[in-house]
């Protein structure tokens, strides 16, 4: 059974740092993308960053420059270095993995979620 598992999550202050982790377990026949999304309080769920089996990252304008996604492919786990963050960064933030279980079937998997807040 494939399961996303994130930490790192927690309170700092504006202008702060955090560092999201997410370790991907179970077997896989196949990684397309692994990536990072939040959701806030009252509004939809945001994309923030992928990062492909090659190691090609995408990133949302709003985190573009603050945001650095990276990947350990032995271990199977994604991150998110957080920079300079802002109040409008407060969230609940959740790892993404897009795989083949097989060959043929292609799923998407969402962790659990972490939450960041940030004080002004």
């Known amino acids: 059974q494939v399961q996303l598992v994130e930490s790192g999550g927690g309170f700092v202050q504006a202008g702060g740092s955090l560092r999201l982790s997410c370790a991907l377990s179970?077997?896989?026949?196949?990684?397309?993308?692994m990536g990072w999304y939040r959701q806030a309080p009252g509004k939809q769920r945001e994309f923030l960053a992928y990062i492909t089996s090659g190691g090609s990252a995408n990133y949302a304008d709003s985190v573009k420059g603050r945001f650095t996604i990276s990947r350990d492919i032995p271990e199977m786990t994604v991150f998110l270095q957080m920079d300079s963050l802002r109040p409008e960064d407060t969230a609940v933030y959740y790892c993404n993995a897009d795989l083949l279980i097989t060959m043929s079937s292609r799923r998407e998997y969402w962790g659990q979620g972490t939450q960041v807040t940030v004080s002004s």
């Open positions: 179970g077997e896989i026949y196949a990684l397309n993308t």
